[in-house]
């Protein structure tokens, strides 16, 4: 069975940092893409990053320069960096892992309030 568990999220105040994680089991985790998705209150579920089998990254205009996703295949473990956090950063954070089939984990609120 296949699950992702993400972790890390809590309230931090604006210009603060938090490291997401998301700890895989039950797949080949070094043979998937995974993503890091979010979603704000009354918004669409919005991708921000992506790192490949292979390491490559990309992301979303809204994130970039900001936050930084990483993984380490033999901790079958991606993370997701998040610094200079502002409010309209408040969402719920999922990750997601996909190859031929498509996972997601249960999410993880990440607030950011004064």
């Known amino acids: 069975q296949v699950q992702l568990v993400e972790s890390g999220g809590g309230l931090v105040q604006p210009g603060g940092s938090l490291r997401l994680s998301c700890a895989a089991s039950g797949l080949r985790f070094s043979t998937y893409t995974m993503a890091w998705y979010r979603q704000a209150p009354g918004e669409q579920r919005e991708l921000i990053a992506v790192?490949?089998?292979?390491?490559?990254?990309t992301y979303s205009d809204s994130v970039k320069g900001r936050f930084t996703i990483s993984r380490v295949n033999n901790k079958n473990t991606v993370y997701l960096q998040m610094n200079s956090l502002q409010p309209e950063d408040t969402a719920v954070y999922y990750c997601?892992?996909?190859?031929?089939?498509?996972?997601w984990g249960q999410g993880t609120q990440v607030t950011v309030s004064s």
């Open positions: 997601n892992g996909a190859r031929d089939d498509v996972y």
């Open positions: 790192i490949t089998s292979g390491g490559r990254t």
